[in-house]
Structures are given as structure tokens and as C-alpha cells.
């Protein structure tokens, strides 16, 4: 697997998508692993996580700050600081902050998604608040992301 030389630099702007809570950091874009992965930073705002979804790209999640609910294929569980989770392509997953502060995580997504192109598209579907499950939907198809319900709640209780 070629990897390119790259310098994300940590002062880079964050794409953001107030609606759910999210600035997002692409720290390595597709074209960095010709397009074996892509790896980006979170920080989640307090109480805020995704819409539940599923795509075919696998999530390896890597919690750095805070506490986040997670749920995967409908099995809820915590994940703290220090934490790694890994969500297969195709499973139904979200996850929320938990914390009273926000939180962050780092993400290897495989194979490559353009992040930046993704979620810089999510941010204008997303400008005036979280749109209904088909208007999601029909911008999902694109990049064959399936929306499936509203993000996890962080008063909802794990499962394990």
C-alpha cells in the first residue's frame, strides 16, 4: 500500500456542520493511501452525534477525549478515552458525547472515503438543521450512505 508524505498541520480550519454538533479535520486525504483509507479527527459537541447510517467504508474509531455512546447493529455500549471501536462496513452504527464538554476521536475509514468532499456536502444539506430521512437519503445516494434514523441519544442505556 503506497502511502504519500503529508504535514497536516494542526491549525488547519475545520469543516463544520453545526446542525449535529461536528467540526471534522481531514488529517489524511484519499489521495495520501491511493485511496486504501482516509483518517480524520472529530470533536463532538456536547449531546452530539450523527444520524444512525450505514455505508460500505469501515470505521476504526479512536477516542481521545470524553466519553461517547455508541450503537452498532442496535448493541449500545460506552467508549472512553483511550478506547477503540471498530464498526465493518455495512452495520448500522451512530454514537454520541455523552460528556458535559466536547469530545474528540480520531477515525480511520477504509476503504477511502473523500471526507472533505463528503462532509463539506453534509454541511450544506445540513445548514438549516438535520433534514428529514429522505431528503438525507437522496444525498446519501451519491455516496452510498444510507440514513436510518435519528442520532443515538445520549440518555439511551447501553446494552452490554
Known sequence: MPISFLHSKGTEAPI?????????????????????????????????????????????????????????????????????????????????????KPARQYILMAPALDAAAFFTELAGVMHDGIPDQAALNAFGLKWHVEFLGPPVNKNDQPTD
Open 16 to 100: 463544520k456542520i453545526p446542525a449535529i454538533g461536528l467540526d471534522l479535520f481531514v488529517r489524511m486525504p484519499p489521495a495520501a493511501s491511493s485511496g486504501e483509507f482516509c483518517f480524520i479527527e472529530t470533536i463532538n459537541a456536547p449531546g452530539a452525534g450523527p444520524p444512525r447510517h450505514r455505508h460500505r467504508e469501515a470505521e476504526i474509531f479512536r477516542v481521545i477525549e470524553g466519553r461517547y455512546l455508541y450503537e452498532a447493529d442496535g448493541q449500545r455500549f460506552y467508549a472512553e478515552a483511550g478506547d477503540v471501536v471498530s464498526i465493518p462496513g455495512g452495520v448500522e452504527h451512530g454514537f454520541c458525547n455523552v460528556t458535559d
